[in-house]
């Protein structure tokens, strides 16, 4: 029994929209959606300088404790 047309031209159009999920990485409707994306490790902003005390307490500059 021969497609009509109605249904023919929505099954290609399924299939075109399912290969360009495919080509983007997306999940289909039967897979498990994508994990939420890691939050990046930023530091708390305090840049120690080579003459600055060190942070770790000792007292020294950091180049000559925890600096090397």
Do not use: Q, T, W
């Not at 999940?27 to 890691?38: F, H, N, R």
């Amino acid at each position: 029994m021969p497609l009509r047309d109605d249904r023919l031209g929505s099954r290609f159009d399924r299939r075109r929209e399912s290969e360009a999920r495919h080509r983007a990485g997306l999940p289909g409707e039967d897979e498990a959606p994508l994990p939420k994306p890691v939050e990046p490790i930023k530091g708390d902003g305090r840049h120690v300088g080579r003459n600055d005390p060190c942070p770790c307490g000792s007292g020294r500059k950091y180049k000559k404790c925890c600096g090397k």
